[in-house]
């Protein structure tokens, strides 16, 4: 057990050096996102304030979706196929997922929080829970690494990675997007904190759910 | 003879859902009317559909604990029958809906859901298409496969019943069987579930056997 929380915790530093060493590519999805927002503040035309909620939150979560698919896409190619049949003779290949995922949520939490600063500093800020809203956010960052790390590991074998990483996770995010963009719509109404407990439930089932299966079966992919 | 005899059941059984199905007397509901008797194909569609997918995600699993290429295969063909009787009862559920509920495709939790079902399922087509290695693409679509269950189960049975939904049996509704169903109706929609998995199965299974003569060809 202590070995391999020490095997996570020298994978982690290992992700976090690489991207600390790449900085293009995260400052890269930092302007994505940034860029993303303001192409929506200017496209929508509006003054502060003036999207309804619904279109205010849903958009804010489609800005979510595409930045998560593009951060995690690259999550098994930026690194080299023969250095990752090294890992792959150091350690066990669930420490390896696992490692990817925490990483992703991390990165994800980042961009996440980033987006959701720069959106309501734009489009203004009609969410009256906010705390509730950020949970959302957390939630959703862990899920959307849970499930995208998987999807971009099977992307990763194929010839065209970009679009087979859209056609596969769409479907999949899915019913993990429906329930944040009811968990958030409560929170930006400020409803009864707990009229969200079972949506959140079912997330949190989703999570459990997707992490279970990426544990179980990445062991065969990396064998590909 | 012997190992054909779910074949004839299967005939039998579909002969007698057909004939029965049209022609059996139904209950009249109010709205419902004659368009109960949709609860013969539309339904156990649906059913046998997910027992397919079931198995097709079984011999995934079996494929990867095993690495034998025909396991591979009898999942690829329970998929692609899978998704016939998803466009099927699609087929069948808009001619329903648009008499009982006034349109084609209602804006329905459930009816989204299978279709982003039917959407996964697709892109595990595409994505064996991706593949020139064969036991690779053997391998990384039986993980797809599996992963694809694993979202499918949530997306069919858990989030429709979360929210208010038109289909009987979500989101607060009763179920079907429970006030419109006679025993009559019983008799004939229970036989055709299984007729219609039996079906199922015996497409997959010459398609199957299709695969197997098109592998040996080519060794």
């Not at chain 1, 503040?41 to 979706?65: C, D, E, K």
């Not at chain 1, 056609?167 to 899915?174: G, R």
């Not at chain 2, 539309?42 to 034998?68: D, E, K, N, Q």
């Not at chain 2, 025909?70 to 329903?96: P, Q, R």
Request: aromatic letters at 12%.
């Amino acid at each position: 057990m202590a070995e391999s929380v020490r095997q996570m915790s020298a994978l982690m530093r290992k992700e976090f050096l690489l991207e600390w060493r790449q900085r293009y590519a995260l400052n890269g999805m930092l302007l994505y996102i940034a860029g993303a927002v303001f192409v929506c503040y200017l496209s929508f035309n509006t003054r502060r304030g003036q999207l309804s909620p619904i279109v205010w939150n849903t958009l804010f979560w489609i800005i979510q979706l595409f930045t998560a698919i593009n951060a995690i896409a690259k999550s098994f190619v930026q690194e080299r196929a023969s250095r990752q049949l090294y890992y792959y003779t150091l350690i066990s290949p669930q420490l390896i997922i696992l490692s990817k995922i925490l990483y992703n949520t991390v990165l994800m939490l980042v961009l996440a929080l980033l987006g959701f600063s720069v959106y309501a500093f734009v489009l203004g800020n009609p969410v009256q829970d906010v705390p509730l809203y950020l949970l959302t956010l957390i939630l959703g960052a862990v899920g959307f690494a849970a499930s995208l790390t998987l999807v971009s590991g099977i992307a990763s074998k194929a010839e065209n990675p970009a679009t087979l990483m859209a056609i596969l996770s769409f479907p999949a995010i899915l019913p993990l997007l429906l329930m944040l963009l009811k968990i958030s719509k409560n929170a930006l109404d400020g409803l009864e904190r707990n009229s969200s407990w079972n949506e959140m439930g079912t997330v949190l089932a989703i999570d459990v759910i997707v992490i279970t299966v990426s544990w179980l079966l990445f062991p065969f992919l990396w064998r590909s | 003879m012997k190992k054909n005899w779910w074949k004839v059941l299967a005939v039998l059984i579909m002969t007698y859902v057909v004939l029965k199905g049209l022609l059996g007397t139904v209950p009249r509901q109010p709205i419902l009317n004659e368009s109960i008797r949709n609860v013969y194909f539309h339904v156990p569609l649906w059913f046998a559909m997910i027992t397919l997918l079931l198995t097709a995600a079984v011999y995934s699993v079996r494929y990867l604990r095993s690495g034998r290429p025909d396991d591979d295969l009898v999942a690829v063909e329970f998929t692609n029958t899978s998704i016939l009787y998803g466009l099927l009862g699609c087929a069948t559920g808009s001619l329903w809906a648009n008499f009982t509920w006034g349109e084609p495709w209602p804006n329905d939790p459930k009816l989204n859901s299978v279709a982003v079902g039917m959407l996964m399922y697709m892109a595990y087509l595409i994505l064996r298409g991706s593949f020139d290695d064969e036991q690779r693409r053997a391998r990384i679509s039986a993980i797809y496969n599996i992963f694809a269950f694993a979202v499918f189960v949530p997306l069919i049975f858990v989030l429709p019943r979360l929210t208010d939904s038109l289909h009987p049996g979500n989101g607060g509704n009763p179920a079907f069987g429970k006030y419109d169903m006679d025993n009559a109706m019983r008799m004939v929609f229970y036989p055709a579930i299984i007729g219609f998995t039996l079906l199922g199965i015996w497409i997959t299974e010459l398609r199957v056997r299709l695969g197997r003569v098109k592998a040996a060809l080519d060794d």
